[in-house]
């Protein structure tokens, strides 16, 4: 061969192998997928009803007052909106006219029925490891739901996120069709929790920080991450890496009833334990809890604040402790102990004391109510102090309630507070 043709072959070469990295993932789909029978018996719809409850399907798939199941939702991304889509059996715009074979598709291959491939603000990377079985009882229970008319909406991202071909890179850099395989060395219990962590729950999708692409290091998942559009933290799932008997008994209780002696669920979380969680059996629970406290310990993020010099601060303080004294004590106890299961104590809350302050100044200024569940059905609430309370007043009792009955978190300033 001529020197120029050797490089012209060499160049193909090159192109051929990005090519068939590229198409990977589609690559990995079989040619034809089985169509397995459609069985709309009664319990089989109610166990498509469970799992869809444990995936939180429901939760994106129905836009704020839009009917339930009918999508349009739109979910937010560092790269732009992306929308949910109908998922009731409407033949024209939902899926009325998909078979057990398309549906598999789309959960477990992440491309519609059309062969569009599908944007990761469906966490099908998690979906993936679904079994048939269930995706099927999934299925079932969506074409029995009253259809709804309701089109899809396209996706409003920013170039170059809006090609096709990033959608491929993507997904040939963080995707791959798999299955859930048992740990044989781990009881049932653990693993039916990891099915359902890894899976279904998809709770790596918000509780795994990302890299510039969107994608999760699988040595950092569960780590914590930052939710898209700002204002809050997912924190770590197991952060120190061991959990005693009585902490993960009210973990438990936490993921089914959205509050604890510890803490209380706030923002997105609440959202989880209200459409999802709380629907859970204490058996999937408690094996989500198993699983869970096995968790590897999260590296300690080194805080880039300044260590807390409580000379400094002396008048910040005394500014926050009369402030807490007068707003916050009635409810929090003097000391922070709160009082269990109804308000969260403050002293030795990981919420208070964690290393990006986020979450407080959310809860503080926003206020809230923990989700209405079964096991907690009239929560107590949490007023606002967004409009009683300034940035440099706010910043001084958060600042306080951080460094004071044991807690020893850095400073919130002004400037964090007015950045929220
Ligand atoms: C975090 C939000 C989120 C959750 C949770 C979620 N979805 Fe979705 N889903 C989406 C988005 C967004 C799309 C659209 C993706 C696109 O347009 O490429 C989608 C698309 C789909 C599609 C493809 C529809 C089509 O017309 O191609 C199916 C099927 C689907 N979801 C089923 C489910 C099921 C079943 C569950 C629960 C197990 C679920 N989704 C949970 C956000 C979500
Ligand atoms: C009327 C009672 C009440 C008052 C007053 C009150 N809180 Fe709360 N607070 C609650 C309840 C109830 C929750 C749990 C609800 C939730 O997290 O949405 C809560 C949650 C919190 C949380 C989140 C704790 C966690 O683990 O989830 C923080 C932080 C907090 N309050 C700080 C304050 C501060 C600071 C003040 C005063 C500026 C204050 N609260 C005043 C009732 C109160
Ligand atoms: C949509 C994103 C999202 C998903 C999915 C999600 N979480 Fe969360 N989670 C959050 C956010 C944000 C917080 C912080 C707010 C709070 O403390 O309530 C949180 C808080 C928590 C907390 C409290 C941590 C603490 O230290 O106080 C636990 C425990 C938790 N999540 C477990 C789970 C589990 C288990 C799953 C999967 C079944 C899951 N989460 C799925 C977003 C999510």
């Known amino acids: 061969m001529s020197r120029p043709l050797r490089i012209l072959a060499a160049a193909a070469a090159l192109v051929a192998a990005f090519a068939l990295w590229l198409a990977w993932p589609d690559l990995l789909e079989p040619a034809e997928i089985e169509t397995t029978p459609l069985d709309l018996s009664p319990e089989r719809i109610a166990e498509g009803e469970y799992l869809a409850r444990a995936g939180n399907c429901v939760g994106c798939h129905t836009a704020p007052g839009g009917a339930?199941?009918?999508?349009?939702?739109?979910?937010?991304?560092?790269?732009?909106?992306?929308?949910?889509?109908?998922?009731?059996?409407?033949?024209?715009?939902?899926?009325?006219?998909?078979?057990?074979?398309?549906?598999?598709?789309?959960?477990?291959?992440?491309?519609?029925?059309?062969?569009?491939?599908?944007?990761?603000?469906?966490?099908?990377?998690?979906?993936?490891?679904?079994?048939?079985?269930?995706?099927?009882?999934?299925?079932?229970?969506?074409?029995?739901?009253?259809?709804?008319?309701?089109?899809?909406?396209?996706?409003?991202?920013?170039?170059?996120?809006?090609?096709?071909?990033?959608?491929?890179?993507?997904?040939?850099?963080?995707?791959?069709?798999?299955?859930?395989?048992?740990?044989?060395?781990?009881?049932?219990?653990w693993n039916r929790g990891a099915y359902l962590v890894e899976g279904l729950g998809h709770c790596k999708a918000c509780h795994s920080p990302r890299g510039r692409l969107g994608g999760i290091d699988p040595d950092a998942a569960y780590s914590g991450g930052k939710l898209p559009g700002g204002g809050w933290e997912a924190p770590p799932l197991n952060p120190s890496g061991t959990m005693t008997d009585a902490e993960a008994a009210e973990l438990a209780r936490l993921l089914s009833t959205g509050i604890s002696k510890h803490t209380a669920v706030s923002g997105p979380m609440a959202e989880v334990v209200f459409t999802s969680l709380q629907h859970l059996s204490e058996d999937d629970i408690d094996a989500i809890v198993a699983y869970v406290r096995t968790l590897p310990a999260a590296p300690s993020a080194p805080s880039s604040r300044r260590p807390f010099s409580p000379e400094r601060y002396r008048d910040v303080l005394a500014a926050g402790a009369t402030i807490y004294r007068e707003r916050c004590a009635d409810c929090h106890g003097r000391n922070g102990e709160g009082s269990p299961y109804v308000y969260p104590p403050l002293a030795g809350n990981r919420l208070v004391t964690a290393p990006e302050p986020t979450n407080l100044i959310r809860n503080v200024m926003l206020g809230g109510f923990p989700p209405s569940t079964q096991g907690n059905p009239r929560p107590h609430g949490m007023p606002p102090f967004a409009h009683q309370l300034g940035a440099a007043d706010a910043a001084a009792v958060l600042t306080y309630i951080r460094t004071s009955w044991g807690n020893a978190a850095p400073p919130v300033t002004a400037a964090d507070v007015e950045r929220r």
Not at 83 to 111: C, K, M, Q, V
Not at 156 to 167: G, H, N
Request: charged share 25%.
């Open 68 to 189: 339930l199941f009918a999508g349009g939702r739109s979910i937010r991304t560092p790269f732009g909106d992306v929308y949910s889509t109908n998922l009731t059996p409407d033949p024209e715009t939902g899926i009325g006219n998909w078979t057990t074979a398309d549906f598999w598709r789309a959960l477990h291959h992440g491309r519609s029925k059309d062969g569009r491939r599908l944007y990761p603000a469906f966490p099908y990377p998690s979906y993936t490891y679904v079994t048939r079985e269930d995706a099927d009882a999934i299925f079932a229970y969506l074409m029995s739901l009253p259809p709804v008319a309701s089109p899809r909406v396209e996706p409003a991202l920013r170039f170059p996120y809006d090609s096709r071909f990033a959608l491929q890179v993507w997904r040939a850099l963080y995707f791959r069709p798999a299955a859930f395989e048992p740990d044989a060395e781990k009881d049932e219990t």
